[in-house]
């Protein structure tokens, strides 16, 4: 089971930043920390293949013919399988150290919310993207998802997304992300409950 710890809420997005499986989450759609062959073989990708069938591969191997690569600012979508969510959104972040990452990882986020909003969906829920084996510090991309997710809202008050949950693996990612956010913006709840 999911750990809700604090939402915040930016314009008319409300912000959860959750601590566990990114599997398991009720949204319209999960983010899947992608490569640009959509070929998912270890990570979140992996995971989310492994909890919600073989299905979301063949569809990604479906996508990647049609279209080609996927680019930072252009996610991919599939169906969930048998994931409690309706699609997976497939983002490609940034691998650390092959430059200009913090606006590759901007690109990533904000393409991904654009998707939900073609989709008409309301809620959202993402990995620490490319803070796994692509390197990328998380207490940075913290700071990137605060920063892109403050200003998507405020530009878009209508946006149909009205929640984004940011689900961390592990106490110690979960408090970085919680640390960020909380020295930048007052949370609207503070307590702990279970999702």
Request: hydrophobic share 40%; aromatic share 10%.
């Amino acid at each position: 089971m999911n750990t809700f710890l604090k939402s915040f809420l930016f314009t008319n997005a409300q912000i959860d930043i959750v601590e566990g499986d990114l599997t398991k989450e009720t949204v319209d759609a999960i983010v899947n920390a992608a490569n640009s062959q959509l070929m998912h073989g270890g990570g979140v990708a992996a995971a989310i293949v492994d909890a919600g069938g073989w299905v979301i591969q063949q569809e990604s191997n479906d996508w990647v013919k049609k279209y080609g690569e996927v680019k930072h600012n252009k996610p991919a979508y599939t169906n969930a399988g048998s994931l409690p969510c309706k699609y997976v959104i497939h983002a490609v972040g940034p691998v650390w150290g092959e430059g200009n990452e913090d606006e590759k990882l901007a690109y990533a986020i904000e393409g991904s919310l654009k998707l939900a909003e073609q989709l008409k969906l309301t809620s959202i829920a993402f990995p620490s993207i490319s803070t796994g084996i692509f390197g990328f510090p998380r207490k940075r991309a913290a700071g990137n998802f605060y920063n892109v997710l403050k200003r998507y809202f405020e530009n878009r008050p209508t946006s149909t997304v009205k929640k984004v949950r940011l689900v961390l693996f592990g106490q110690a990612a979960a408090q970085e992300f919680l640390d960020i956010f909380s020295d930048r913006i007052n949370p609207i709840q503070s307590h702990n409950k279970l999702h």
